[in-house]
């Protein structure tokens, strides 16, 4: 093995890369400029986002995201830019494709949380609930308690913690009891057949009048809807000045103490279920028959 040879191969290719690094610095310096000044213009670029969307979402987490997806967008544009001035443009397009593989890639494995992430996205932007409102969103009823970009936290009135994705809440109704700031309570009742059914309104529509609780606003409606198989059945319709569920609940239990006094007082009834047993039908006995069938075995 000639040592000399070796050495001389291994002198040259150092010459080579140092005549590669010196005619290659202009391009570094320019590189290392462009790099400091657009990472600047980046952070620069970020408060301004942030500024511009908190005129328009008031949901921080949110706001932080878009601030940060416009900086590193504009990050990547500027280390794009620098492999480019420093003539790695193989090395770019490798890159873009190795993350347009890795993109598609994770939006297979990741398409429900994205759903749920896009979604949390949009409920930000359209308000249709926020921490605080008593809402339902499909069987589960309570209060908003946090609303992530991934899910939305309520507390039902069981004492229970509910984590719903955003996708569920997205695409079903959500019932929002806190938007109109009162709820109406409905209760029905069913009176004797025998009874003035016109003093039964009065009575009623008396019964429930000073409950605490009531809207001023909105008037008390006792509404006859059907007859029923043992009573004529109504509906008292009450509107609440609040959407809390402990109101709602006392005002309900109320009306149902006081309409009861004041049927009682009134001679009002509020008749059991009447079934009629008929032991003479088609196949059967009638019930004479068996008192007497029974009178003759006890003798």
Known sequence: MDINKISSLITDKIT?????????????????????????IAKFVRKLTTKLITK???NLTLNNLFSSIVYFIFIGIVIFTVLTILNLDKA??????????????LAFAFQDIAANFMSGIFISFRKPLKVGDIVQIKEYMGK????????????????????????????????????????????????SYGDDLEKVRDITLNAVSDIEGLSKEDEITVIFVEFGDSSVNLSIRMWINTPEQSVYNKVG??????????????D???????????????????LSEMALQIAKEQE
């Open 16 to 40: 080579d890369w140092f005549e590669a690094l010196i005619l290659l610095l202009p391009n570094i310096v320019m590189a290392a400029i462009v790099l400091a000044i657009g990472i600047y």
């Open 56 to 58: 328009i979402s008031n």
């Open 92 to 105: 770019v397009t490798s890159i873009l494709a190795g993350a347009g593989i890795l993109g598609l890639a």
């Open 144 to 191: 908003v308690k946090v609303i992530n970009l991934r899910d939305t936290v309520l507390e039902t009135f069981q004492g229970k913690t509910v984590i719903i994705p955003n996708k569920e809440v997205f695409q079903n109704p959500i019932e929002n009891y806190t938007i109109l700031q009162k709820r109406r309570f409905d209760l029905s009742v069913g009176v």
């Open 253 to 266: 239990s109320e009306a149902i103490i006081k309409i009861k006094k004041a049927y009682d007082a009134n």
């Open 268 to 286: 009002i009834m509020i008749p059991f279920p009447i079934r009629t047993l008929d032991f003479g039908i088609k196949g059967g006995t009638a």
